[in-house]
């Protein structure tokens, strides 16, 4: 058995990474980040936990541009896992759906909206949401699990939901009261 813990979207400058998330991935056999880590400091203490996969994102440092692909293909237990950072430009996952298929994996790990998700179809697509930045979800993380041959994946909580708006307009009350 593989165990994979899969993240996107960390956005970390100079933050430490939230401790539940170091956890989960100093215990996973292999770490994917789909882009997005920001500084190269987060990509650094990814690296130092365990084993790491990753592409960047739109909002990564050029330093992480230069060091790091757009897409990746790997290969774990028979299992073909594609990572990339965007997938598609809408909130359907056809644009995931038809990258999966030309990048021939049998999982697509995908981050950018933010939001977790796991789709079981023609291939699993997999996106881990936010450690930090969540959008109508709580931060967290994706789990793969291989089984021989097989795989299954799960969201799991790293945090308490939150919604930024919210945080935003009470913060905006603060200063105009």
């Not at 539940?20 to 920001?38: C, E, K, R």
């Not at 992480?64 to 598609?88: D, F, N, Q, T």
């Not at 990258?99 to 291939?123: N, S, T, Y």
């Amino acid at each position: 058995m593989t165990r994979i813990i899969a993240l996107s979207d960390t956005h970390l400058e100079n933050e430490s990474l939230p401790p539940a998330v170091a956890a989960l991935a100093g215990s996973a056999d292999l770490i994917l980040h789909a882009g997005d880590f920001v500084s190269a400091k987060c990509h650094a203490a990814l690296a130092a936990l365990g084993r790491l996969e990753a592409v960047h994102g739109n909002s990564d440092s050029p330093e992480l541009k230069r060091l790091l692909p757009e897409r990746k293909v790997i290969e774990v237990e028979g299992i073909r896992i594609g990572l990339v950072h965007m997938a598609s430009h809408g909130s359907d996952l056809v644009g995931a759906e038809m990258m999966a298929r030309e990048m021939g994996v049998d999982v697509l790990v995908f981050g950018h909206v933010h939001r977790p998700l796991i789709e079981k179809g023609k291939h699993l697509l997999v996106c881990p949401g936010s450690t930090t930045l969540p959008r109508m979800s709580a931060p967290s993380v994706a789990e793969l699990e291989i089984v021989e041959g097989n795989v299954r994946g799960k969201i799991i909580p790293v945090g308490s939901p939150a919604c930024n708006y919210l945080k935003f307009a009470g913060e905006l009350s603060k200063r105009n009261p």
